[in-house]
């Protein structure tokens, strides 16, 4: 699940397994699966860096760090 905002400023979380595609018209709208279709504050990059923790965070799988785009790499010395 991740949280986004409504335009009107309202929270709301959404299965991230159920989102089908994101795209810019030029709010972003979300749209599921289900057929359902969620205009939000956030960029698509940010809906899709959101996904992809969700993602990395319920994958017991994975191991590795994930480097998200515009942040240090790992092991490279930043703090």
Do not use: W
């Amino acid at each position: 699940m991740i949280e986004v905002t409504r335009l009107n400023g309202a929270p709301v979380v959404v299965n991230a397994d159920l989102i089908e595609f994101v795209e810019a018209t030029p709010d972003t709208l979300i749209s599921l699966t289900t057929g359902e279709k969620i205009m939000v504050r956030e960029s698509v990059q940010t809906v899709a860096d959101r996904v992809r923790l969700y993602r990395h965070s319920s994958d017991s799988r994975c191991e590795a760090p994930v480097a998200l785009p515009g942040s240090a790499e790992p092991g490279d010395g930043a703090a």
